[in-house]
């Protein structure tokens, strides 16, 4: 079942069309869990009587969990059953997004989403880790690209739909059909993955050791992707706010779907590319492009047909990025696939937190665009660094 192909789709990844739309599926659950709360804030503060400010912190509290705890699962599911990891990860997602929904008060809300933090935690990169382990190698980073589409999607589909449902039905609805889905994955999950693990692409489910890669390289790998995210998400999280302050409400809506099919599009082009050119190549022209074209969005910025096209081109541009690094890191550290995974994606936190906590800071006292000026100049020292890895990665760039 796992290696079938069904269609020409699944065979060109080496996977079955249920097994990646299973882990598509997952992805897309867990980014609108986590894009979700931001748009419910108003209506959980009104709800709970406590102040907007104060649930800030529910989107913190999964942030942090979300950070710490990543890398601890990361290292049990290279260590265990990945496919058992991720079915008892799901449960506890569904557990506290039950809890979420049913919390009488805010204290115990604030710890239903630390408990989603880290189920979340332990879910994600499991996930990239299972569809990594069996595609074939010279399709691996356009497998975990289609998957991450899923978490993209959650971006500009999911969270809107949920914030349109609290809205007619109470914010707890969403929660509650959050909690359903994930536990109507689990089931699935465990039956899909049994048989053939890792066979199709010899990535072991059980670590062995490497003296190849050390912690300095670990850090030095996943640091581009804090860089990255900071560049990102410093111009994502700040433009709505921008756009109402200067009287463009009316184009918030287009213009972030414009933004999320342009992310989803460079997703799928960066894993196509990386399997065939290059990883690090891939994640070095990505990174150039993201900082020129984040310069560019500043540039055009009040002009808002021209905004439109900046911000499209740059999300293809950005989003290129990361099934690539995806893809280097599975190839760099294989026998420790999934806590590279984790602490890639810890560390795409760190950048997504840095960004919403110095970018409030940089608008508020110099504008939005030199926000983007900023961000812009983050993604020069990521290619610095992204630029001397080939050679750590030379077994990857050989079969790319």
Known sequence: MDT??????????????????????TQFLVGTDLFVVAPLLPAVAA???????????????????????SPFAGWLSDRRDRATVLVWALVLFSVA????????????????????????????????????????????AQVLAVVGSGLLTALWVGAPAGALLGRHVGWQAAFVILAAGTLALALPHALAWRSGRGAASG??????????????????????TTLWAFSVYSLYTFLSVALHSDGRATAVAWLLVVYGVG????????????????????????????????????????????????LGLF????????????????DLFPERVTAMLS?????????????????????????????????????????????GRPAGSHGEEARA
């Open 4 to 25: 079938t192909s069904a269609g020409p789709a699944a065979g060109a990844v080496g996977l079955s069309a249920r097994l990646v739309a299973l882990a598509w599926v």
């Open 47 to 69: 709800s709970l009587d406590v102040s907007t400010a104060s649930t800030g912190l529910l989107v913190t509290a999964f942030s942090l969990a979300y950070v710490v705890a």
């Open 97 to 140: 997004n039950a809890a979420t929904a049913l919390a009488p008060n805010f204290g115990l809300l604030l710890l239903a989403r630390v408990v989603a933090g880290v189920a979340a935690a332990a879910t994600g990169p499991t996930v990239y880790a299972l569809v990594s382990s069996r595609a074939r190698p010279e399709a691996r």
């Open 203 to 224: 990535m072991p489910n059980a670590p062995v050791r490497d003296g190849r890669t050390g912690a300095g390289a670990v850090v030095s790998a996943v640091a581009v």
């Open 263 to 310: 992310a989803v599009g460079g997703g799928q082009v960066g894993g196509r590319f990386a399997d065939r050119a290059g990883a690090v190549r891939v994640t070095r022209t990505a990174l150039a492009l993201t900082a020129v074209l984040e310069a560019a969005v500043a540039l055009v910025f009040p002009v808002t047909w021209a905004l439109a096209c900046a």
């Open 315 to 330: 999300a293809l541009a950005g989003y290129a990025f990361f099934p690539a690094q995806q893809r280097h890191l599975a």
């Open 343 to 387: 602490w890639n994606n810890s560390a795409l936190f760190v950048g997504l937190s840095l960004a919403g906590a110095v970018g409030g800071q940089i608008v508020h006292a110099v504008g939005y665009p030199a926000l983007l000026y900023i961000g812009a100049a983050a993604a020069v020292p990521a290619w610095l660094m992204a630029r």
